[in-house]
């Protein structure tokens, strides 16, 4: 169940909402931009059209009024011309006159530029756009029934220009502007639309962030009614988390109902088998003691009343275990932590000198609240674990830290000995495993000393951890570090 916890990474709903709003905003803008393209290509076709309607009767009036000419060098303009409009004459491609009449009905000759591009006009051909001095027009060249020669008649494109531009910047102004208001509009919509869908997505968060292996779990967490309701998409995902996190509270349930019945039972009969062998004991010790046995008689006794300690050892770490994981009934108190572990390492040294022992009090005056027999215990279980699975010769570095980042007292236990398996490492805190005999040593073991050590470190808010390679195993304990006191309170060291 540990692994749901670490693994899990629930979606964030606004990913969706930037995902939908994207969507959103992407498909409005091609709608904008094809809309717009559309519209003004129409509009520019409109105006051309008119445009071409307005220049074929400048055309016929010029042509008109060229005939009726007695000289061919009279004026061009026929009544009713508009402002702007371009009237040119060729003689044998040579321009006679032409000029354009502004606004205010003066002629404006054309130069000699403007009749290089204008001498270039087929005759009877659709209208064509040139860029001349006095500006963009569109052009039609017919003969010229007056004097033979060809009459050229043109209307300005500026008005036409500048209006399509104007619609272009309007357009763009409006789609511009529909974007942004969609975006607003759409992002509070989707935003309230996603509110039962993050409900949803915060309960399902706030089961991962629950530690389903750490014993006796109650997953009150539900997804509210109003956002289960069956028919919508949010509505079937909230009603399908309830009725998992339901099942998955069943099955808690049961594990732990397992658990405790597990626990009652080795609780009860690591208590029931302490008499008997408490009495085994008694009895082979008064037989080694009132009987005369043969060496081979004695070796059996010897060897029936060392196993029954070992059995005795055994049935009392079974109870502790048992104990501890039922209910952590401690006596805490405040520690000094370096104190403490000296006291432990000087044992060691008088009781070990096959080992060389070395403490090291890095940080004097760490004190941690705990219950000192326990703590006492898991020293002594991992200074006992480094004896037996190194061979002598080797030598064990007790130091005491701190870590003020963390706010933790730091215990290092470490070792110069063959080191732990790679396969092994992960195991070495699990319940009745025993190491390969690269660590074994010559003592018996149960495979309980480093579990109590972890369920009691546990018990007390901290952590333990053990890295390992040949000639250099470390084994760190973390817990938190006391609260100050008033330098008039005396704390307790020793237990």
């Not at 607003?184 to 935003?191: E, P, Q, Y």
């Not at 009987?291 to 196993?307: I, K």
């Not at 963390?406 to 110069?416: I, R």
């Amino acid at each position: 169940m540990s692994s749901f916890h670490t693994g899990l990474r629930p979606s964030s709903p606004h990913a969706l909402q930037r995902k939908l709003l994207i969507i959103l905003l992407g498909s409005l803008t091609a709608v904008c931009v094809l809309l717009g393209l559309l519209y003004n290509a129409g509009m520019r076709q409109t105006l051309m059209d008119q445009l071409h309607e307005q220049l074929n009767a400048s055309v016929e009036r010029a042509s008109s009024y060229s005939v009726g000419l007695a000289r061919p060098d009279q004026r061009l303009y026929a009544p009713g011309q508009a402002a702007g409009t371009l009237t040119a004459r060729f003689v044998d491609r040579y321009v006679f006159s032409g000029d354009v009449l502004d606004q205010h009905g003066e002629r404006v000759m054309l130069t000699q530029d403007d009749a290089i591009h204008l001498v270039t006009i087929d005759v009877n051909s659709e209208p064509v756009r040139r860029s001349l001095s006095v500006g963009d027009y569109l052009l039609s060249a017919v003969p010229d029934p007056g004097s033979g020669g060809v009459l050229i008649v043109g209307l300005p494109l500026d008005s036409t220009d500048r209006t399509l531009l104007e619609m272009a910047w309007l357009t763009l102004f409006i789609a511009i502007s529909l974007v942004l208001g969609t975006g607003l509009v759409g992002t509070w919509l989707i935003s309230r639309s996603l509110a039962p869908l993050k409900r949803v997505a915060a309960v399902a968060s706030s089961v991962a962030a629950e530690e389903l292996d750490s014993g006796k779990v109650e997953l009150t967490q539900r997804v509210a009614i109003a956002d289960a309701v069956p028919g919508t998409e949010v509505g079937n995902v909230g009603r399908a988390l309830n009725a998992m996190l339901d099942n998955v509270s069943t099955a808690l349930t049961a594990r732990e109902k397992s658990q405790d019945q597990m626990r009652q039972f080795v609780a009860d009969a690591s208590h029931e088998l302490r008499t008997p062998l408490s009495a085994i004991r008694g009895y082979t010790e008064l037989l080694s003691a009132t009987e005369h046995f043969s060496p081979d008689g004695r070796r059996s006794v010897d060897r029936v009343l060392q196993q029954s300690h070992r059995m005795g050892s055994l049935v009392e770490n079974l109870l502790l275990l048992a104990r501890l994981d039922e209910e952590n009934s401690f006596t805490m108190k405040r520690l000094d932590l370096c104190v403490l572990t000296a006291d432990i390492t000087e044992d060691f040294k008088a009781t070990s000198d096959d080992h060389q022992w070395e403490f090291e009090c890095q940080a004097p005056g760490t004190f941690v609240d705990a219950d000192s027999s326990s703590l006492r215990r898991v020293i002594t279980n991992l200074l006992a674990n480094a004896r037996k699975h190194t061979s002598a010769g080797n030598s064990v570095t007790v130091s005491v830290g701190q870590d003020p980042e963390n706010n933790e007292a730091v215990l290092q236990v470490h070792d110069t000995g063959e080191g732990i398996s790679e396969d092994f490492l992960p195991k070495v805190f699990e319940r009745f495993t025993r190491a390969d005999k690269a660590r074994s040593g010559s003592d018996g073991t149960t495979g309980l000393g480093l579990p109590i050590a972890k369920s009691i470190v546990e018990a007390h808010h901290g952590t333990i951890t053990v890295t390992s390679q040949p000639g250099n195993t470390l084994f760190e304990v973390r817990l938190p570090l006391a609260d100050e006191m008033p330098a008039s309170d005396k704390p307790e060291t020793l237990g």
